[in-house]
């Protein structure tokens, strides 16, 4: 089957500095597939270059097979793209602004209502189609926003950050949406966070630097970030070397004479093994747990793992 989306050595410069260099990626038809990076990263420029919102430096961008530098009209019209600042009208009602989106995109006269009144129905905003824009909260403005990337029921639908400045209740609603639109479709999902990007996707793929740093599903990058370090904390700890004597452990570090980092490979389980270690042996744990790692720590180490 064709990939919903095909980037082909996707570079974009602005002015001077360039912002992305050779971007490659495939996106299958359903699913959720998040973009996460730093501030910077290059998630809005690949987004944007896309949804066709900008013209590609270097490289080719194929929308279900469809070059969008050769066919932008054909190939946008199956995108629907919520851009970070969404494009919506403070001045119009729910109801008149989609409206005006389903104009954009050519949707026939007669088929406008049923358009309108099934993505009001999919988004939750039915019940405000009389209200002005600018008396929504940020949550429902922000579904206003989806409902118009979905109007013409595009097979791929784009959107940059769309939970940034939502409150955690609205957060929960939008991501809500988002799964529920991406049963039939491919959603592409940019987040700087971590979490974020864990709870909703199916296929994970990393952007630092300007360049891909990882590609794969959610599962092989949780499997990556697992923790494998232990801070331990002891009234009467061991010396180090009896510590390696536990099998799994790799290495030890005491930061100050009570508190140590563990490195182990392997599974979690290594938690209860040093627990029961400590019991027989009189360590007098104060306090033991698996290190997490940082997103920046995490997006350095796989930035010099693509750079080798
Ligand atoms: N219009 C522009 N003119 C010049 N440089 C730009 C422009 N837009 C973005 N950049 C630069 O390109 C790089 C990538 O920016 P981009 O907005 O794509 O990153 P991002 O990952 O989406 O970050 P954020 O989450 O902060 O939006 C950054 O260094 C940014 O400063």
């Not at 801070?231 to 536990?246: D, K, R, S």
Request: aromatic share 6%.
């Amino acid at each position: 089957m064709t990939s919903i989306v095909k980037l082909e050595h996707l570079s974009h410069k602005y002015a001077s500095a360039w912002a992305i260099r050779d971007i490659n990626m495939l996106i299958g038809q359903t699913g959720i597939m998040g973009l996460l990076g730093s501030n910077g990263a290059g998630k809005s420029t690949t987004m944007n270059i896309m949804c066709g919102a900008l013209k590609q430096t270097e490289g080719e961008v194929f929308i279900n097979g469809i070059n969008m530098r050769q066919q932008p009209e054909l190939a946008k019209q199956q995108i629907g793209f919520l851009p970070q600042q969404a494009p919506l009208y403070m001045d119009l009602t729910v109801a008149e602004y989609l409206r005006y989106c389903a104009e954009l995109r050519a949707i026939p006269s007669s088929g406008i209502k049923a358009a309108l009144g099934a993505a009001m129905e999919r988004c939750g905003v039915a019940h405000y189609a009389n209200r002005l824009i600018r008396n929504l909260s940020g949550g429902y403005r922000q579904r206003v926003g989806i409902a118009q990337a979905i109007i013409h029921e595009p097979k791929l639908v784009v959107l940059d950050e769309p939970t940034n400045g939502l409150d955690p209740n609205q957060i929960t609603e939008v991501r809500g949406l988002i799964r529920e639109i991406a049963r039939e479709r491919a959603v592409i999902f940019s987040s700087h966070i971590l979490s974020e990007v864990q709870v909703l996707c199916d296929e994970v793929t990393m952007i630092e630097g300007g360049r891909v740093v990882f590609a794969d599903s959610m599962d092989a990058f949780n499997n990556y970030i697992a923790p494998h370090s232990i801070l331990m904390e002891m009234e009467n700890p061991p010396a180090a070397n009896t510590l390696l004597t536990i099998p799994g452990i790799t290495s030890v570090e005491f930061s100050t004479p009570r508190k140590a980092r563990i490195f182990f490979s392997g599974d979690q389980e290594i938690v209860e093994a040093l627990v029961a270690a400590s019991v027989q042996q009189g360590w007098r744990l104060r306090g033991i747990q698996l290190e997490k790692n940082a997103l920046d720590e995490i997006f350095k180490q796989l930035s010099k793992q693509s750079a080798q």
